[in-house]
């Protein structure tokens, strides 16, 4: 049995819906980003020292932290993961490298906008950089169902968690003008394991 | 042979370094990051669509992106392989940690502050977000020699290129404040494989 620590919607949504997907136990253990309080009352920082979710109790109890690298800890972990195994399958690298640019090409650039102090000339170069990514991310979709090929992997319930993050802020672009990202998102958003891990966390949107 | 297309003290450093300690055959090619032509007149767009390096031609002719991804590439077929080959193995689960953390935490903050139409009002909430990550990073190495633990890791390689670009972008922090990671840098400045990466891209300080 595993535990994830996670905030409602924060990136640990996307841990919760890989785990889903990989059909792996777990329970989910709730933090509030503002106290750095658990919801069962343990100050977060003594669980992970840098404070921010998501973290993921392993079986043998260690705590492994990072959005992605967790994400890849249960890919290979779960019922696929003989198709990643070996350092001779390029398989293996194309999902480690397409987790990595969600982590420091999308989530890191969209999720600044959470900042609500963040300057318009910041925005201007978010802005940019946002549009840059975004053309790449609707090329490699229209060619590709999914982020790593025709089969849906745990970088796309990263990739998606961020793009729903880029829907509820304020950031200035409309998905729409990136179709393939659009129907991609849309897509994913009925994924019944998608549907599970927002009714877990109350999300509506 | 592996090809490594790298830009000057870019994060392509890391892979240069890690290529170096484990002792895997290499060529560099070069690429003005200004222009976007590599030095022997390739579109480099043409190379990595996303048009940043490091990029790592395998000896298989495959295309690998993303820093963190292609350090941890290396460190699966490097002379040390077995340490962190096994997913029984948690070793392999704390490097790849730690690069995303490098990653993600560490190089897309202080990397920031290259672009110099960065507002003041930026420059205070990347500050905050750097004491924070390099408090975090000070207490972890005082009681471990590297990142992963008594041994250098190529995630040793990724954060020691991004601590380079804290020595010589105008942060308004001073390294020495945290006095852990300044032994640490000095440390890793004198290692054989930094030194002769720093004279094959012509790097001074």
Same mark, same amino acid.
């Given at each position: 049995m595993y535990t994830l620590y996670y905030s409602p919607g924060a990136c640990s949504l996307a841990p919760h819906i890989a785990l889903l997907e990989n059909k792996l136990p777990f329970e989910l253990k709730k933090v %509030?980003?503002?106290?750095? =309080?658990? #919801? %069962?009352? $343990? +100050?977060f920082s003594t669980v992970? /020292?840098?404070?921010? $979710? /998501? $973290?993921l109790v392993l079986e043998n109890n260690e705590i492994l932290t990072e959005a992605a690298a967790i994400l890849f800890y249960i890919a290979e972990h779960g019922p696929d993961a003989n198709k990643i #195994?070996? /350092?001779? +399958?390029?398989k293996r690298y194309r999902l480690l490298e397409s987790l990595v640019f969600v982590s420091s090409e999308m989530h890191k650039v969209i999720g600044t906008?959470?900042?609500?102090?963040?300057p318009e000339e910041s925005k201007v170069i978010l802005r940019d950089k946002i549009k840059n990514r975004f053309n790449y991310l609707d090329a490699k979709l229209k060619s590709s169902e999914y982020l790593t090929g025709p089969e849906f992997s745990v970088a796309d319930a990263y990739c998606f968690t961020v793009l729903r993050w880029f829907g509820i802020? %304020?950031?200035?672009? =409309?998905?729409? %003008?990136?179709p393939n990202i659009s129907t991609y998102f849309e897509k994913l958003r009925t994924r019944p394991a998608i549907v599970v891990a927002y009714e877990e966390e109350g999300l509506t949107r």
């Amino acid at each position: 049995m595993y535990t994830l620590y996670y905030s409602p919607g924060a990136c640990s949504l996307a841990p919760h819906i890989a785990l889903l997907e990989n059909k792996l136990p777990f329970e989910l253990k709730k933090v %509030d980003l503002k106290t750095h =309080m658990t #919801a %069962d009352g $343990v +100050e977060f920082s003594t669980v992970n /020292p840098k404070n921010y $979710v /998501p $973290v993921l109790v392993l079986e043998n109890n260690e705590i492994l932290t990072e959005a992605a690298a967790i994400l890849f800890y249960i890919a290979e972990h779960g019922p696929d993961a003989n198709k990643i #195994a070996s /350092p001779d +399958e390029i398989k293996r690298y194309r999902l480690l490298e397409s987790l990595v640019f969600v982590s420091s090409e999308m989530h890191k650039v969209i999720g600044t906008f959470f900042n609500k102090q963040l300057p318009e000339e910041s925005k201007v170069i978010l802005r940019d950089k946002i549009k840059n990514r975004f053309n790449y991310l609707d090329a490699k979709l229209k060619s590709s169902e999914y982020l790593t090929g025709p089969e849906f992997s745990v970088a796309d319930a990263y990739c998606f968690t961020v793009l729903r993050w880029f829907g509820i802020l %304020d950031t200035g672009l =409309m998905l729409s %003008d990136w179709p393939n990202i659009s129907t991609y998102f849309e897509k994913l958003r009925t994924r019944p394991a998608i549907v599970v891990a927002y009714e877990e966390e109350g999300l509506t949107r």
